[in-house]
């Protein structure tokens, strides 16, 4: 039985994601979406909410399971009966950076592979970053991210008329 494990901080979770877990739901028997509990990148959502907004627009994703996570990512594998990381890249920028985390990931744990997944072109620009600070301003990231996450970031963040 193949187990892959994304982290992320899903703060929030967006489409690009969505599209990632979708994909890698085709190639393995179960996806752990592993949220990090991060105080470091000081999240907007709060751990449980990140969890249950990942939870809620992945519903429709029937071999997925949702935790929580601190400290390693390799740890976190072994912990989940993963031998696979999943990331995603977007960019050159990004493959450079996720390139260096996969090969230290292998240094400490040899037997845990890390596997790279583009998005679709359309949400290759989309980073949860990017669409927190858009919807800060007042703007619509409705198109980049699920109804409820949407919904969560306007509670926070009311569109502007």
Known sequence: MKRIVYPGT?????????????RASKLFDTVV???ANSEKKQPMFALKERMD?????????????????TGLTVELAREQDCTIILRGVRTV???EYELQ??????SLAPGIETVFLTPGESLSYVSSSLLREIASMGGDVSRF?????????????PPRQ
């Open 53 to 69: 907004l990942c939870a809620e627009a992945l519903a429709h994703v029937h071999n997925l399971e949702v935790c929580s996570f």
């Open 33 to 35: 979406i592993a949220v």
């Open 101 to 106: 985390l996969a090969n230290m990931n292998r």
């Open 93 to 95: 920028a990004d493959y």
């Open 145 to 157: 991210v699920p109804d409820n996450v949407s919904k969560a970031l306007n509670s926070r963040f």
């Open 10 to 22: 899903f703060d929030p979770i967006t489409r690009g994601h969505i599209d990632l877990v979708e």
